[in-house]
């Protein structure tokens, strides 16, 4: 074995664990995917190649799986990280006041993390809360019936002042 | 079937709740506005008492009225506590559950007569539905125990030993049920179809891929009563002759994902799963698949794909899943909803549930209620059953004295009804012959603050982005319209616009590969047809209707909040506004959009100029 490829094993003990029960089954990338992403927060390239070699899958092949889905992220997002749901509902009752307002309050787009790393947003589409609509995501918790007052609010309970 | 049934109970061995207990709505909606923190409050209160022993406080899915969310129900009396916070605890444990008295501050209030109503029964929201396939969603927890003394699993037992997999299939027939995804396809004839297929393994799938923006009954039903769902699977793997299924769940439902997992551990282990159930000699199991956010992959070919494990490119039809389907063997896909109404039929017959509903389209369907609608929530009502009753009757017609202008049905595949179409029946046929789709059952009302032009730009951005690129006319053509509707809502559209964007449809409805590309013209097309002067007034003169499109709307007074003080008058540096009447007006040739009348209007009556940019999805 190369010297790259020891030092590779050896840092990612922790998710061979996890790929030791996919090996030589049918079906199961994308669910590895996922269970690395869970642990890491997102899939750097160094990851993927890990995978591939692992589940003996062409690195194309994972790469196209991961350039497909849009809950892959091949970067990392900030340490909060803002969903807010662009579904029809929460698109209708002003969702786009919302993105407005963190982009007046924290500087970020869709797809982007604040300079110091605290925040990272993205939309995300319908997480079926429709009848809370607009409503938003911050780490685990999902928050409904949320306008602009309040998401400065919920800014401030995680850590923007 | 009766000895499998008490052994089967034996084996589960539940204990009824108590008379008195307390049930909360644990839906995804009601999580969102802090009904965990309302359950932990009461916990206490529970304890402060020591009550908890005594009383149980059950967690159910969701109860279907949104509106009143977080939501406490006390029984036996069955009193629904509505809009509560964790102040509310004490008051309820305190007052009601000890002193027996009504908090009347914390009961609901019908929205015209103001008068009191107690129990869901008083309420028009439930009383006009009929609840077959959410007849446990939010009236019990989602465990087996539970779901047994609701006659769960008592389909299962009666078709593993009385009926044979053809009786089964002809039981589905009769009923007329037909695909609750979007479809529509008579559901007998798909398993039929499946159980004449050749091939070495069968498999059945739920599609719980509920990707359409606004629609969210799969979820709920998953969430509320996931062995409704498991025990329509298993029926379906009897009929078809399959031995393994799927559940394909998007990942951004993850509580559905949870309970479904819990539902089927609680099924292995009753021997309602696995390797001969009930002992009577049929084998069938489920695994869980979860999507990772693609639009696309409700698409029968391209779940396919995906619950293989890689991308989830559509591919062309036929052959037809039902002959070549997963691994290349015949597969089943049928719809949550679908699958949750096959043990009431199995139950009580085709004959029964062909009496409900309308000739071509029987049954019931849920509807997802939601934006400007007073009780946003799941409706269940016969087919048949007209606009104007869902809207206006049991979900309280539009808030704010706002006008009803259209409501969107199929989301980004389906159309929009007007005013017009209020007493139309809602089935199958007659919303295809409206320009709209029944779809999975999304419904999003639109008041006159609504933009047209704007929803079916929303819609073509969704399609866009959520093309898979495989084929040319959908990637292509998606874009292509999404940049023609852009301009029109940007204020530089012309009226060949409106040909090209009709032309385009016609090509993206002809040669794309997927119901995705095929269906991705409807909104637009629906919009052109019903809402024609709304895109003409953003061509011919500038202007949005609705005061929507950034670049087509101006600072103005609106007259009926105007008082006429005159400190708008007084702020402009532009000296842009002048009275005129009772009221003032702002000149648009002077304006210089800096914003200072509508910060020191005190009525709020000066609408801004809109400066918003276009939606960036990430």
Redesign the interface.
């Known amino acids: 074995m190369k010297r790259t490829a020891i030092k590779r094993k050896e840092k990612y003990q922790e998710l061979d664990g996890v790929l030791e029960k996919y090996k030589g089954r049918?079906?199961?990338?994308?669910?590895a995917?996922?269970e690395a992403q869970e642990m890491y927060g997102f899939l750097s390239r160094e990851v993927l190649i890990h995978i591939a070699c692992e589940l003996d899958v062409p690195l194309s092949?994972v790469t196209?799986?991961v350039s497909?889905?849009?809950?892959?992220k091949t970067e990392p997002s900030g340490r909060c990280h803002i969903e807010i749901c662009?579904?029809?509902?929460?698109?209708?009752?002003g969702m786009?006041d919302l993105?407005?307002t963190l982009e007046e309050e924290i500087n970020i787009?869709?797809?982007e993390v604040t300079g110091d790393g605290r925040f990272g947003l993205?939309?995300?589409?319908?997480?079926?809360?429709?009848?809370?609509?607009p409503?938003v995501k911050i780490g685990d918790e999902?928050?409904?019936?949320v306008d602009s007052k309040r998401l400065k609010q919920l800014l401030g309970k995680y850590g923007h002042d | 079937m009766i000895n499998l049934m008490t052994g089967l109970k034996e084996r589960v061995a539940g204990t009824k709740p108590r008379e008195r207990h307390l049930l909360l709505c644990g839906g995804?909606?009601c999580?969102?506005?802090g009904c965990r923190q309302v359950k932990e409050a009461v916990m206490r209160e529970l304890d402060n008492y020591k009550l908890s022993g005594e009383i149980e406080l059950l967690e159910a899915g969701c109860i279907g009225n949104?509106?009143l969310?977080p939501t406490l129900i006390v029984y036996p009396e069955g009193v629904v506590y509505r809009r509560l916070t964790v102040e509310n605890a004490k008051e309820i444990i305190e007052g009601h559950v000890l002193g027996g008295r009504l908090l009347e501050h914390l009961l609901h209030r019908d929205d015209l007569t103001n008068e009191i109503q107690r129990r869901r029964e008083d309420m028009p929201f439930y009383r006009k539905q009929q609840r077959l396939v959410l007849r446990n969603c939010g009236v019990i927890p989602p465990h087996i125990e539970s779901y047994m003394s609701n006659q769960g699993y008592a389909a299962l037992a009666k078709a593993l030993t009385e009926l044979s997999p053809g009786q089964v299939i002809e039981e589905i027939l009769r009923s007329g049920l037909r695909g609750r995804g979007g479809g529509g396809f008579p559901t007998g004839r798909k398993w039929q179809a499946a159980r004449e297929a050749e091939g070495p393994r069968k498999y059945v799938i739920c599609n719980g891929d509920?990707?359409?923006?606004?629609?969210?009954m799969d979820?709920s039903i998953m969430e509320g009563d996931p062995h409704s769902v498991l025990e329509g699977m298993i029926l379906a793997g009897y009929a078809v002759g399959a031995g393994q299924g799927y559940i394909y769940v998007r990942?951004?439902?993850p509580l559905a994902v949870r309970r479904l997992e819990d539902a089927i551990a609680e099924a292995r282990k009753a021997l309602l799963l696995g390797n001969n159930i009930l002992r009577q000699g049929f084998s069938f199991d489920v695994e869980i698949?979860?999507?990772?956010?693609?639009?696309v992959c409700g698409e029968e070919t391209a779940l396919i794909s995906?619950?293989?494990?890689?991308?989830?490119?559509p591919s062309p039809r036929p052959p037809f899943p039902v002959s070549k389907g997963v691994?290349g063997c015949p597969t089943v896909i049928n719809n949550v909803e679908t699958l949750a109404n096959i043990p009431p039929i199995i139950l009580n017959g085709g004959e029964w549930f062909s009496r409900i509903g309308t000739e071509s389209s029987k049954g019931t369907k849920v509807f997802?209620?939601?934006?400007?609608i007073r009780h946003?929530?799941l409706v269940e009502v016969p087919m048949g059953t007209t606009l104007r009753e869902v809207i206006f009757e049991i979900a309280g017609g539009i808030p704010d004295n706002k006008e009803f202008k259209a409501a969107?049905t199929g989301?980004p595949s389906g159309g929009c009804l007007t005013t017009g179409h209020l007493d139309l029946p809602l089935d199958y046929e007659s919303l295809r012959e409206a320009g709209s789709i029944i779809g999975s059952g999304?419904l999003?009302v639109?008041d006159e603050d609504?933009c047209m032009v704007d929803?079916a730009r929303?819609?073509s951005g969704?399609n866009r982005q959520?093309s898979?690129g495989k084929c040319t006319t959908c990637r292509i053509g998606t874009k292509r319209m999404l940049e023609i509707l852009e301009k029109i809502a940007g204020g530089r559209g012309t009226e060949e616009d409106l040909a090209r964007l009709e032309s385009l449809a016609e090509l993206l409805r002809n040669a794309s590969l997927c119901g995705l590309g095929r269906s991705a013209p409807n909104p637009v097309l629906s919009t052109l047809r019903h809402f024609r002067d709304e895109y003409l007034a953003h061509i011919r003169e500038k202007r949005c209707p609705a005061g929507v499109c950034p670049d087509l709307t101006r600072h103005v007074i609106r007259e009926e909040r105007c008082r006429g003080c005159g400190l708008c008058h007084n702020i402009c540096p532009a000296g842009a506004i002048s009275k005129e009447g009772r009221t003032f007006r702002i000149d648009p040739d002077k304006c210089v959009d800096c914003s200072a009348c509508v910060r020191e209007c005190p009525f709020e009556a000066v609408r801004g100029r809109k400066r918003?940019k276009e939606?960036?999805?990430?």
């Open positions: 049918k079906g199961v990338l994308i669910k995917l996922s092949e196209s799986v497909f889905y849009s809950l892959f662009s579904g029809t509902a929460c698109y209708v009752k786009q993105l407005e787009k869709p797809g993205s939309t995300v589409n319908c997480v079926g809360a429709c009848s809370a609509a409503v999902l928050i409904g019936d | 995804v909606p999580l969102s506005l949104c509106r969310g509920e990707g359409d923006p606004g629609a969210f979820r990942a951004e439902y698949r979860v999507g990772a956010g693609a639009f995906s619950v293989e494990g890689t991308r989830g490119d691994w997802a209620l939601a934006g400007k946003s929530g969107q989301g999304g999003i639109m609504t929803v929303y819609f969704f959520e898979c918003r939606l960036t999805r990430a």
